[in-house]
């Protein structure tokens, strides 16, 4: 069974700025994309930022400017840098592994993104 362990996240103020990392096992970051979504109460679970094995990064259209995503090839862990969060940010931020973005088929255990107003 293959595990991603997320850490970071937190309670911070709007404006204020959070991490979040996602470990998984080497043959998986070798060999699949890597993504973070996230899920708010009452709502589906988005795309927030990907990060193809070729290196090419996109985000969605609500964080572009303010989130960056990254890897470390010799840790086998991906990273969200979040800056200029708003209390709309808030949700449950899960790494991913895929091949199809709209299909990922590794999840990380989730982690809790608050930021107040």
């Known amino acids: 069974q293959v595990q991603q362990v997320e850490s970071g996240g937190g309670l911070v103020q709007a404006g204020g700025s959070l991490s979040l990392s996602c470990t998984t096992s080497?043959?998986?970051?070798?060999?699949?994309?890597m993504a973070w979504f996230r899920q708010a109460p009452g709502k589906q679970r988005e795309l927030v930022a990907t990060?193809?094995?070729?290196?090419?990064?996109s985000y969605a259209d609500s964080v572009n400017g303010r989130f960056t995503i990254s890897r470390d090839n010799a840790k086998n862990t991906v990273y969200l840098q979040m800056n200029s969060l708003k209390p709309e940010d808030t949700a449950v931020y899960y790494c991913?592994?895929?091949?199809?973005?709209?299909?990922?088929?590794?999840w990380g255990q989730g982690a809790q993104v608050t930021v107040s107003s």
């Open positions: 991913a592994a895929a091949r199809w973005w709209s299909r990922p088929d590794y």
């Open positions: 080497g043959s998986i970051f070798s060999q699949y994309g």
């Open positions: 990060l193809s094995l070729g290196g090419s990064k």
